[in-house]
Nanobody, 118 residues
Framework: QVQFVESGGGLVQPGGSLRLSCAASGISFSIKHMLWYRQAPGKQRELVATITSSDSTNYSDSVKGRFTISRDNAKNTVYLQLNSLKPEDTAVYYC????????????WGQGTQVTVSS
């Protein structure tokens, strides 16, 4: 059974930092492309960061240079370091993996809320 459990969100002031974690189970974690998405109120879910099985990373333009994705295959965990946070980064953050090329699993965890506000 595929499961993603996100944690680490919270309320932070503009310019602050957070580190999100996602524990995955039910997948062959070490060979999967891992993903971080976010969904702001009233908006579609947006893919913000990816990391391949060989640790190559890619970011959306909106977070490039501020967010860093990483993984620990021994712990089946993917991380997202959020720096220089802006109010527009406020969203629920979700992790997932590509089940097939460019197709994530249908299962979504509960996500973790990030709120950037003074």
């Amino acid at each position: 059974q595929v499961q993603f459990v996100e944690s680490g969100g919270g309320l932070v002031q503009p310019g602050g930092s957070l580190r999100l974690s996602c524990a995955a189970s039910g997948i062959s974690f070490s060979i999967k492309h891992m993903l971080w998405y976010r969904q702001a109120p009233g908006k579609q879910r947006e893919l913000v960061a990816t990391i391949t099985s060989s640790d190559s990373t890619n970011y959306s333009d909106s977070v490039k240079g501020r967010f860093t994705i990483s993984r620990d295959n021994a712990k089946n965990t993917v991380y997202l370091q959020l720096n220089s946070l802006k109010p527009e980064d406020t969203a629920v953050y979700y992790c997932n993996a590509f089940r097939l090329p460019f197709i994530p699993y249908d299962y979504w965890g509960q996500g973790t809320q990030v709120t950037v506000s003074s």
